[in-house]
């Protein structure tokens, strides 16, 4: 089944705790991406990735790190998460890498608490 | 102002009623999605549209690039459509890529 798959689904933590959100995609899709969703403020796009070791910001990077090592995978890493990055964090796939335009394939979300 | 604005934010329906659902944006762009919320909170992709007007079931996504405008519809709602519609636009980057921008979604709740 094609599909994007993120973990873990829910995690909490302490502030200044290092941690990974992994993304990986079956698709072979070329595009990936990182978004954050907050109450009153929507969607924000974190970083993105046009292909395999291409990575750019989004509207919202500070205090994350990317890595596209592998077309399959696109972890997100907080070095030093802090309680402002508390959020519903969504990582998305494309065939293509946007401005060509194809659909977006979004994973389930990762509800992150940072306490 | 944001870039990306939709109306109504919130719109309540009777089931079998035709919805409308709005966004504008202010910036050039190469193609605008709409996407589906599901209260579990996972996102589906319903339309991509850089002209013109596409369907698909129940449901239809008009775009006019030049007045910067698209709506959603919805035709015989039920309330499987209650969700978060949520509009994005993809504006190309000056050096690579693009970047996309995302509406605040509407929240529809369609009663039986």
């Known amino acids: 089944e094609a599909q994007v798959t993120q973990n873990p689904r829910y995690l909490i933590t302490v502030t200044g705790k290092k941690l990974t959100v992994t993304c990986s995609q079956n698709?072979?899709?070329?595009?990936m991406s990182w978004y954050r969703q907050d109450p009153g403020l929507g969607l924000r796009q974190i970083y993105y990735?046009?292909?395999?070791?291409?990575?750019d910001k989004g509207d919202v990077p500070e205090g994350y790190k990317v890595s596209r090592k592998e077309k399959r995978n696109f972890p997100l890493i907080l070095e030093s998460p802090s309680p402002n990055q508390t959020s519903l964090y969504f990582c998305?796939?494309?065939?293509?890498?946007?401005?060509?335009?194809?659909?977006?394939?979004f994973g389930n979300g990762t509800r992150l608490t940072v306490t | 102002k944001n870039e990306v604005e939709q109306s109504p934010q919130n719109l309540t329906a009777q089931e079998g009623e035709f919805i409308t659902i709005n966004c504008s944006y202010s910036?050039?762009?190469?193609?605008l999605h709409w996407l589906q919320q599901h209260p579990g909170g996972g996102i589906v992709s319903l339309f991509m549209?850089?002209?013109g007007k596409k369907k698909h079931g129940r449901l239809i996504a008009t775009i006019n690039i030049q007045e910067k405008h698209s709506s959603l519809h919805i035709t015989a709602s039920h309330p499987r459509d209650s969700a978060v519609y949520i509009c994005?636009?993809?504006?190309?980057?000056?050096?690579?890529?693009?970047?996309?921008?995302f509406g605040e979604g509407t929240q529809l709740t369609v009663n039986p």
């Open positions: 994005a636009v993809t504006t190309p980057e000056e050096t690579s890529g693009s970047r996309l921008t």
């Open positions: 990735s046009m292909n395999v070791e291409v990575t």
């Open positions: 698709m072979n899709h070329e595009y």
């Open positions: 910036v050039g762009i190469s193609a």
């Open positions: 549209l850089s002209s």
């Open positions: 998305a796939s494309a065939r293509r890498p946007q401005p060509y335009n194809s659909p977006l394939h």
